[in-house]
């Protein structure tokens, strides 16, 4: 076998690319329960996001992480780094709210609240009415640089900066009181780390939402990329009815279009997607169930005369057994979604009953290291701790400390305010140098554990922590 025999039989290389370049997607603009929908929920959550910081609550901001000062502030609640078990909940719960909602009816955040959709349909909103509906744009596209599309391009990236920075702000506001913020801002004299994720969170948003777009959605977005373990033939997706649509075509108004099926082949379902695919062709990773689609085919559908529906959200097997819509209801509430859906609520339930009845005071105890123990004057045995008293309550409270575990223990009360107790103010914390005695020679040698009890003198409320009081050797 010559050399040139041998080549041919060899497997040639193929590059096979992750990614797929591709031309400016120009959505047709669409209108339908789906599009109201969307347009509800960008309301509902960007009202929140750019209302939230500039809610008072009890003199100051309603909803702040103050990492500087290590305490979050969230409403009526003031949680410390000692609550991690809290947040550590928020996230299982938010993971398992997606898998839930995932099972459901699929990616129903991407389509409806992720941050990434609903800034590019605010983008694309500013830039429909600066430059036109999507024949206008792409006509602009096409066009050579003249002193008019200059003039028009220039005026929308300056409308998306502002709204960026706006956004970036406001980001910023929740970890900087937006109050004081707004003041650094308009005097220029943020400090390093304010200025890095303002000037960060506003481009990060205005290059994804302007012009990255559906890249986001199909390259960057990990759950694009594993959604497809969480469905199953009973989630309910956007499904083209293939069984009714075909064969597609286009057809006179008097031809009876039994012979033929409803889709007329029009490609308004195309031209109205946000990541450029049809639908037609099944089910398709970069498919954020949005339903512009469907929107599209049922103005179609109403135009033509035909039912609506070739397009929806409906299971694989209601498209395959022809099941009705209550039968397709009794089938997505099956055991995955229950399960989901049961441990969710416990979850749920547990951070409830947990916040609702926790202490309105923690203590840490740290044992001197430099004095493991020492003599003082009157024959006593001291062992020294300093005492992190947080107050999580709105209002200054006053505790009182108490010492329990070995005989006649007492709390030396010289580096205390009069009856032991410490006075802290309104969500604040302070550590508190403690003297802890015993008369020496009553206990043997080694370590044992004493309990610091600590009560609030307005609410009542005690919190014991346990620790240890070393007795030397002889």
């Given at each position: 076998?010559?050399?040139?025999?041998?080549?041919?039989?060899?497997?040639?290389?193929?590059?096979?690319?992750?990614?797929?370049s591709q031309g400016k997607i120009q959505t047709r603009g669409v209108q339908g329960f789906f599009?109201?929908?969307?347009?509800?929920?960008?309301?509902?959550?960007?009202?929140?996001?750019?209302?939230?910081?500039?809610?008072?609550?009890?003199?100051?901001?309603?909803?702040?992480?103050?990492?500087?000062?290590?305490?979050?502030?969230?409403?009526?609640l003031v949680l410390y780094p000692q609550d991690l078990i809290y947040l550590t909940a928020i996230l299982i719960i938010s993971a398992l709210s997606l898998f839930l909602f995932t099972a459901v009816a699929g990616r129903l955040w991407c389509g409806f609240a992720c941050p990434q959709t609903v800034y590019t349909e605010i983008f694309m909103w500013i830039e429909s009415k600066i430059e036109g509906n999507h024949m206008a744009r792409k006509k602009l596209d096409?066009?050579?640089?003249?002193?008019?599309?200059?003039?028009?391009?220039?005026?929308?990236?300056?409308?998306?900066?502002?709204?960026?920075?706006?956004?970036?702000?406001?980001?910023?506001?929740?970890?900087?009181?937006?109050?004081?913020?707004?003041?650094?801002?308009?005097?220029?004299?943020?400090?390093?780390?304010?200025?890095?994720?303002?000037?960060?969170?506003?481009?990060?948003?205005?290059?994804?939402?302007?012009?990255?777009?559906?890249?986001?959605?199909?390259?960057?977005?990990?759950?694009?990329?594993?959604?497809?373990?969480?469905?199953?033939?009973?989630?309910?997706?956007?499904?083209?009815?293939?069984?009714r649509g075909?064969?597609?075509?286009?057809?006179?108004?008097?031809l009876d279009h039994q012979a033929l099926g409803d889709c007329i082949n029009c490609n308004i379902c195309v031209q109205v997607c946000s990541t450029g695919i049809d639908i037609r062709e099944g089910l398709q990773y970069e498919c954020i169930s949005c339903g512009a689609c469907a929107d599209a085919c049922d103005s179609v559908m109403d135009k033509v005369g035909y039912s609506r529906g070739l397009i929806r959200f409906t299971t694989e097997n209601t498209l395959i057994n022809h099941w009705s819509k209550q039968e397709m209801i009794r089938n997505i509430f099956r055991v995955r979604v229950l399960i989901y859906g049961f441990v969710l609520a416990i979850i749920i339930g547990g951070v409830l009953w947990g916040l609702t009845f926790r202490n309105s005071f923690r203590i840490d105890v740290v044992r001197d290291r430099g004095v493991m123990a020492r003599l003082v004057d009157g024959g006593m045995l001291e062992n020294v701790y300093r005492l992190n008293i947080m107050n999580a309550l709105e209002e200054g409270q006053h505790y009182k400390i108490y010492i329990e575990g070995l005989n006649n223990i007492v709390v030396d009360s010289d580096n205390l305010e009069p009856n032991k107790t410490v006075a802290i103010k309104a969500t604040e914390s302070r550590w508190v140098p403690v003297r802890v005695q015993i008369p020496d020679g009553i206990e043997k040698s080694g370590s044992h554990k004493i309990m610091f009890r600590i009560e609030s003198e307005e609410t009542h409320e005690i919190v014991r922590e346990q620790s240890t009081f070393i007795v030397p050797r002889n």
């Open positions: 076998m010559n050399s040139s025999e041998s080549n041919r039989l060899l497997p040639k290389d193929e590059v096979i690319s992750l990614y797929t599009s109201k929908l969307r347009w509800l929920m960008a309301w509902l959550t960007q009202i929140y996001f750019y209302g939230m910081p500039w809610l008072q609550w009890g003199g100051r901001q309603a909803l702040l992480f103050d990492l500087d000062g290590k305490r979050f502030y969230i409403y009526g096409d066009m050579p640089w003249t002193p008019k599309k200059f003039g028009i391009r220039t005026s929308k990236h300056i409308v998306w900066l502002v709204f960026a920075f706006w956004t970036g702000f406001t980001f910023v506001g929740y970890f900087t009181p937006i109050r004081d913020l707004f003041t650094e801002v308009r005097y220029l004299t943020t400090g390093t780390w304010e200025t890095f994720w303002l000037c960060f969170y506003t481009f990060a948003t205005y290059g994804n939402a302007g012009f990255m777009r559906e890249q986001v959605c199909k390259y960057m977005c990990p759950y694009a990329r594993f959604q497809s373990a969480m469905f199953d033939k009973d989630t309910l997706i956007v499904s083209y009815d293939k069984e075909e064969p597609r075509g286009g057809r006179s108004k008097h």
